[in-house]
């Protein structure tokens, strides 16, 4: 299987799309995607999941997920937000 979301979730059934509750499950398992898959990976979970926060990341050069202040690809806090 060569999408990186669907076997990472092949292979931990009771793992959803939707946004975790606890930061940290979901910081393990956006590393795992990444891992998996690369900044592409973390898109496409934003995007399955319907991800509504997205800002421009310096690091990134793009317009990335954010959750409060945070990039979910590279971790960094974004210019203007604070932790």
Known sequence: ?????????????????????????????????????????IFQYANESKWTDWSWCKPCEADTP???????ICGQFKQGETK
Request: proline share 4%; charged share 35%; aromatic share 6%.
């Open 1 to 41: 299987m060569r999408n990186p979301v669907m076997r990472y979730m092949m292979s931990n059934p009771n793992r959803s799309l939707k946004r975790h509750e606890d930061k940290r499950s979901r910081s393990d398992y956006l590393r795992k995607l990444y891992a998996e898959g690369g900044a592409s990976a």
């Open 66 to 72: 954010t959750d409060g202040g945070e990039c979910l």
